[in-house]
């Protein structure tokens, strides 16, 4: 009886908002969470009010950015649109040809889902992007209740330059959608790491969304393994801290909520489309690209020694003509070869394919392509046994071979890259000298399929909107601006970020503890360095614009500075804690009372 009147006490002065414990248990830090005078005094309603303030406004100023409409790019913006059209017609993603399977599918089921809701797709885009931040900044609610610092960091991740960067958000491109999908991943990661470390459970909801981001995420784009590393960080240390004794929760259904729903969620996704492409054109897989047999016949061109090398050029016609003589299967692409000199790295997959699809296997079927592109390889890989051809090896599969000058250039160029990536220098949100390519026909389908207003063609006399008139270019200055401040502000917090990160781990060795907030620090770090390299020996090798991919990095330097700050005040314990929200059991506090300090009472 003694016992339940104190905790009834307890329980009555936690709910008053003074100060109370959360459990010292190992590898965990004493968390004294104190009241904010400030947040309390404002109204719950401030910081939603707030968000649609920024949120309207921004839009507001988006509409000075008219998207782009690009005809004939049939890898790319017309791949794109194309595909849109077929799934908006029931076809999935169309008739079945070199093209059909070359990237994910995600994307065009982007552009299709934006013409049923009936929005803009730049302001669809924009709101995608914003429910990433709202994620990361839900994520930190746990340990921070102020709500204006949240509001801080929600605009500091809203408003990075790269979502009003006009060469990036003009086009009907992937790059568009990428960073909202790599951001939203981690910010649901951190909101199981957040809740994990202050109520002592994993929620099944975050790990939904993780599932659902992620799956979106990898099959948005083909280079989403840089993320894949981090993401086992977060997942493997997490699954020890649930592990560690101390833990106050179930541990089984921790583990459960952990696994099973992104578990679940990336494997039906990836079931789904197999299912589809499988149905549609005789193919048991998501992507052509990444197929062994693709992969394995790229390859084999890839390995033959050229007679003269040139940098981000493959395919010369001496080389060409040295693969046809040894190979019967690649002799039937000759026809399409015939009159072309070299092909630039980046598009020689792309001539080989089209070359294949001349050849008409793409006619009859998945199972026939599959199939002259394994003999084809294996007809390679013979003569380079055999001595009839000149090999060599690869250090990256469907990569030139590496060179000498390669590793001479790469530490520059990785640096370069990863300033890039931390400074985003080239920004500017302006339409000067940008217009959209191809017929009005094509431009006005486009505008129909994403409710947008396009950028005039180049000498089309301006009919719908003046892009230039006072009020839309004060609008572009005032993205400017923003961008501007937001370039000088976000290094400085990323370095400063850096700095926290390594103290706090120098302090965290010191006092021999396990801290899962340090770890996801790591974690970013660790994702920024990947693409970075990634991005580094496309440079080197391939081809010198990489512009595109790096895009998916410049929120996590952002993401950093907000998980930082919430690791430093976690581990001072300079923040409110808000209670855990209802489990269902009828109580949501467990209180253990002891006359020693060090016994500190747990909620």
């Known amino acids: 009886v003694q016992h339940w009147k104190t905790v009834c006490v307890l329980r009555s002065v936690a709910r008053m908002r003074t100060t109370h414990f959360l459990p010292a248990f190992p590898g965990r830090p004493d968390l004294e969470t104190m009241s904010s005078p400030r947040s309390a005094s404002i ?42 059209t077929y799934i908006l017609s029931g076809q999935w993603l169309g008739e079945f040809s070199f093209t059909t399977l070359i990237k994910g599918p995600v994307y065009p089921l982007w552009i299709a889902f934006n013409h049923v809701i009936g929005l803009d797709i730049i302001h669809t885009t924009d709101l995608l992007y914003m429910a990433a931040c ?14 204006f610092v949240l509001l801080l960091i929600f605009a500091l991740l809203y408003l990075s330059p790269h979502t009003y960067n006009y060469q990036s958000v003009a086009n009907t491109m992937r790059m568009t959608i990428y960073p909202a999908f790599a951001l939203m991943s981690l910010g649901a990661l951190f909101g199981m790491v957040t809740r994990l470390l202050v109520w002592q459970r994993i929620e099944w909801k975050w790990m939904t969304l993780f599932g659902v981001a992620f799956s979106m995420f990898w099959y948005t784009r083909e280079e989403g393994i840089f993320l894949v590393p981090s993401v086992l960080l977060v997942l493997v240390t997490a699954l020890i801290y649930v592990w560690l004794p101390g833990f106050d929760g179930a541990r089984l259904r921790a583990t459960a909520a952990l696994a099973i729903p992104p578990l679940f969620i990336i494997g039906s996704v990836t079931g789904l489309f197999i299912y589809l492409n499988e149905t549609h054109y005789g193919a048991p897989y998501v992507i052509e690209t990444k197929t ?20 981000y050029h493959e395919l010369e016609p001496a080389h060409r003509e040295r693969i046809f003589a040894a190979s019967s299967k690649a002799a039937e692409l000759g026809p399409s070869f015939s009159g072309h000199g ?31 592109y394994d003999e084809m390889a294996s007809q390679v890989e013979a003569a380079c046994e055999n001595g009839r051809l000149e090999c060599q090896d690869l250090l990256f599969p469907g990569m030139p071979a590496w060179r000498p000058v390669f590793t001479q250039d790469f530490p520059g160029q990785f640096v370069k890259e990863l300033k890039e990536v931390i400074r985003f220098k080239v920004f500017t949100p302006y339409i000067d000298n940008v217009y959209s390519f191809g017929d009005r026909n094509y431009r006005h389908y486009h505008d129909i399929l994403t409710h947008s207003r396009s950028r005039l063609i180049k000498g089309e006399v301006a009919s719908e909107v003046n892009f230039h008139s006072g009020l839309q270019a004060f ?91 919430i690791a430093y005040q976690y581990r001072s314990g300079l923040l409110n804690q808000p209670d855990a929200p209802d489990n269902g059991s009828g109580s949501n506090d467990t209180h253990g009372v002891s006359n020693g300090e060090d016994d500190r009472h747990q909620h």
Request: charged fraction near 15%; charge should be positive.
């Open 292 to 311: 062994d047999n693709h992969m394995r016949a790229q390859n084999a061109f890839l390995s033959v020694k050229p007679d003269k090398w040139k940098r």
């Open 134 to 147: 709202l994620t990361v900044m839900l994520a930190a609610r746990p340990v921070i209740s102020n709500r």
């Open 43 to 84: 109204s719950p309603c401030w910081l939603p009010v707030g968000i649609i303030i920024l949120v309207v406004f921004k839009n507001w100023l988006l509409e000075a950015q008219p998207i782009i409409a690009t005809m004939g790019w049939p890898y790319d913006h017309t791949h794109f649109i194309n595909q849109a």
């Open 342 to 372: 070299y092909f630039e790295a980046a598009m020689s997959s792309w001539a080989i394919r089209e070359a294949v699809n001349n050849a008409g296997y793409y006619d009859k079927g998945a199972a026939a392509v599959d199939a002259f």
């Open 475 to 565: 609008k572009l200055d005032v993205l400017a601006v923003i961008g501007k401040v937001h370039q000088k502000l976000r290094p400085v917090l990323f370095y400063m970020a850096l700095l926290v990160l390594l103290w706090l781990t120098a302090r965290a060795i010191a006092e021999k503890r396990f801290d899962l907030t340090i770890v996801f620090g790591y974690a970013i770090i660790g994702a920024l360095i990947s693409l970075t390299l990634i991005l580094t020996i496309i440079s080197v090798a391939v081809y010198q614009d990489s512009f595109r991919a790096s895009h998916a990095a410049i929120p996590l330097t952002s993401m950093l500075t907000v998980v930082m700050l």
